[in-house]
């Protein structure tokens, strides 16, 4: 099984920066994706940053220049770097990981609230 534990989350002003950091518990080593949604209430979850298992990388249209995802495969973590944050960025940030190998299965985490003010 994998477990996965956000942290980072917090209260920003507007243009400032947070990153947020994802540990998994298990060990990753084949996936469809392992990265980063949001979820606002009454919407629907949107892409911000995956990894695809190619190393290749997928953003949502609405970061694109702005967010950066990294991971340490070492350490089994994906972060987010988060720069000239938007009000409209405010949302429930959650890790996710679709595992293909050693444990199959669709993974996500608790959630970290991430709030822009204007």
């Known amino acids: 099984q994998v477990q996965l534990a956000e942290s980072g989350g917090g209260l920003v002003q507007a243009g400032g920066s947070l990153t947020l950091s994802c540990a998994a518990s298990g060990r990753i080593l084949r996936f469809n994706y392992f990265g980063w949604f949001r979820q606002g209430p009454g919407s629907q979850r949107e892409l911000v940053a995956v990894?695809?298992?190619?190393?290749?990388?997928a953003y949502g249209d609405s970061v694109k220049g702005r967010f950066a995802i990294s991971k340490n495969t070492d350490k089994n973590t994906v972060d987010l770097q988060m720069n000239s944050l938007k009000p409209e960025d405010t949302d429930v940030y959650y890790c996710a990981a679709d595992v293909l190998s050693p444990y199959p299965g669709n993974f996500w985490g608790q959630g970290t609230q991430v709030t822009v003010s204007s």
């Open positions: 990894f695809r298992n190619d190393g290749s990388t």
